[in-house]
């Protein structure tokens, strides 16, 4: 694994690698991976023949300080992990080398109503954050296919945004939620749950499981949506920021589920001082 902490030294090489018909699979990250990351890196393998990931703490997607000083940091295991993992390349820039003009100067995106509910609601500026820092990284790195999980849905569609303005060529490649063996969404946040925690958290993914599986058996959408909400609020020391139903392309809420269209339930909850989301798709085929 080639390791890189600078634009310098990182383009070269893979202008050479395009030069010679590599395809580059991108997996931005923060840091403090787990098999979820993991398996963004083995999807980009099994599709390009260099993949790079990339770790950096990304400050201006952070509305609150007290998250960004608590977001775990793990160099030394994941670089492990991208070892073990066989992963092309490591780009590690420190804060100067994506933000060279110090305090930085944000481009403000008209990220549409993807930036007004949700998560957009609850962390006002964060999304803009994610937008810009992707921007920049995507220019130094220039890949063919951008590698991001399912957990952060939204994200993905400001992300979507994001290149549709910029005319990026890039592809985006959505990889399933990777989940611990209790249904919780794997997630960098997860190390903070002490044990009740953390067993209570699986209550998050059965809730969900459970809206998609018996959807058909709720008078309507509005009543499905309560029941998942009263669910969640039996977990213990718990605080529910939002569960909807949505149409997963646009986010907009939906008032029935329509056969042929792809809706997704989305939800955010704190357990424990922790902050977790976590999502589920359900395709109602025509057929």
Request: with cysteine.
């Amino acid at each position: 694994m080639y390791l890189f902490k600078s634009e310098k030294h990182l383009a070269p090489f893979l202008k050479k690698k395009r030069i010679e018909g590599k395809k580059i699979g991108f997996v931005p990250t923060m840091g403090a991976l787990h098999r979820g990351h993991i398996s963004l890196i083995e999807k980009a393998k099994d599709e390009c023949e260099i993949v790079v990931c990339s770790i950096f703490v990304n400050p201006t997607q952070f509305n609150n300080a007290k998250d960004l000083e608590k977001y775990p940091r793990t160099i030394e295991h994941d670089m492990e992990m991208l070892l073990k993992a066989d992963c092309s390349v490591l780009y590690l820039p420190a804060s100067q080398e994506i933000y060279p003009e110090g305090k930085p100067e944000l481009k403000n995106y008209d990220l549409g109503y993807y930036d007004k509910v949700l998560e957009a609601a609850f962390r006002p500026g964060h999304f803009q954050g994610v937008a810009n820092v992707v921007y920049r990284l995507m220019k130094k790195v220039n890949p063919a296919v951008l590698y991001l999980g399912q957990k952060d849905f939204q994200q993905i569609q400001v992300i979507r945004k994001m290149i549709e303005l910029e005319n990026f060529q890039t592809k985006i490649e959505v990889c399933e939620i990777v989940r611990e063996l209790s249904g919780l969404a794997m997630s960098s946040r997860n190390v903070r749950l002490n044990e009740e925690a953390w067993n209570n958290a699986a209550v998050i993914s059965q809730t969900l499981f459970f809206l998609k599986e018996k959807r058909n058996e709720f008078s309507s959408v509005k009543a499905l949506r309560e029941e998942g909400i009263k669910r969640l609020k039996k977990i213990p020391d718990s605080i529910v920021e939002y569960l909807e139903i949505c149409d997963a392309e646009t986010l907009r809420p939906v008032e029935i589920i329509v056969k042929g269209k792809l809706t997704i339930i989305l939800t955010a909850i704190w357990i424990n001082g922790v902050r977790l989301i976590d999502n589920i798709l359900i395709e109602n085929k025509l057929t």
